[in-house]
């Protein structure tokens, strides 16, 4: 069985990687009459984008190093940090990871300082465009910014298993001194506390460097800055399985201290800080959930395990609906389509998140859905599916869409219909002022949030608002207020059900 998934993988990389002829993409779409117009120029925005920035993969990856995080990140569970992760010539690496209790990483609760040694390996089968890596610890150590952060954390380590074997680490009763180090993980390596934390760092074993140019004048495209891209394995939605996963996606790239992208007013203050002064970002004014109007990815996404994508987002204000394209590919520059997702619904009015501080909940139906094909894999995939399970069977052709809510979505595809999504928003503006749209991270083991528990606890990459002219937002800035947000919060976004594995697990059926 799992021979013939990886076989399926193999399969659907290599047909798909090969279009066998030329689609017209603009094919079926004239029943949108706001699409036609608005679509195009979100595209044309996002292209121009991409192409002037001539992104291109580092092949082999070099490590050699100093990589910082942009921004406060968030990982499920969830956990607010900043990285700052040291590649040396011979191998070895120091990295930093700056723990925060709150979401903007203004109040940090303790430090981490990561040692050890990486070799790459080979390319990855199952992430196009990644590299797999080997990496070893040799010590990790933690240190406390606060009384209460101590306390919690050893109180934390105590409650699980593995807490009993290291109680030595920390004695009882023992006050906080501000720079004192703990080893968790010694050289010696005969005592390891770290899951206890939940940390591991398998983020090392899958890795791929991106460089872009950054234009200095947007206008007269004059000049352009080199940035550097690092993008580390992804951390599992399940905080159970987050020690044995092997990452298959990537998180929020870091970017390299000597070429990172201008202005980052946190990229100085990450790069300055060490175990002892953990970095303190800028204050940023909260936003409130002013959903209305046009989003688009600012660059190819990836998700466990193979699917290359990107999204494009209409939410109306006036009837709280919204709309959806899923743009998928086969490759990781996103320039080989194999399928689109349009889908639509409606969605309820926002609240904050209690479990995710800065995050607004939201929920999400997805009543209607329109599939189109955009090669041949796809199409003979779709052609052969079972009858009612996905639109009309044996009518498919390339770059046509067919509705499939009357079959009650897509069985092929993963599409579900209606179907609930609980969400995770957030809305945060770049260092250009652009604003920034978060929607929640998918289970990695490819379901749907579709219940209260697999609500999110973090974030995919940030869509990128389109069509408005830049800074319109900016009179919106208000300070923080919960009661204030939650009635302005009016919109919400969707996710759409699309599994790789049911996908796969079709192609396998069909074929076999
Ligand atoms: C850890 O738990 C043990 C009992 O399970 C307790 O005696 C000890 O005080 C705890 N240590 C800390 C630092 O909380
Ligand atoms: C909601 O309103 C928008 C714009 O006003 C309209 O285009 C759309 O069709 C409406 N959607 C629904 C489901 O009523
Ligand atoms: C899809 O099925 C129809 C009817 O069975 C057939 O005529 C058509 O050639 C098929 N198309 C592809 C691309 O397989």
Redesign the pocket.
Known sequence: MLRSWWLGVLFLAFASGKRLWDVPRSHAKEQRP?KLWWEPQCQYQLRHLQDGARISAVLPPRLEGHWISTGCEVRPGPEFLTRSYMFFANRLFKAYQFYYRDPSCREPTYSLVIKGKIRLRQASWITLGATEADYHLHKVGIVFHSQRAMHDTVARINQTSSGMRCSGFLPAGRTWAPSALYELLSAKGEEDCTPGLGFAMHELSLVRVEKYHQPLLLQHNQGSRQVEELYLGDIHTEWSERLHYRPTGYQRPLQNAMHHMHPCPACGIIYRADEHNPPVLPARPELPMLLNGHWISSRCEVRPAVLFLTRYFIF?A????W?GYYHHYSDPLCKQPTFTVYA???YSQGAPSLIVRGGTELVFKVTHAQVTPMDQVTVSMLNSSDFGSCGEAGSWRIGQELDVTHTNGCAALGIELPHTEYELFRLERDGKDRSLLFIGERPTDGSSPNTLRKRPTSYQPPLLQCGEPLGTLARHIMPHDPERLSAQVNHGAPRIPVSLLVFLATLLVNWD
């Open positions: 706001e109306h006036n009837n709280r609906s709309e639509s619904g409606h």
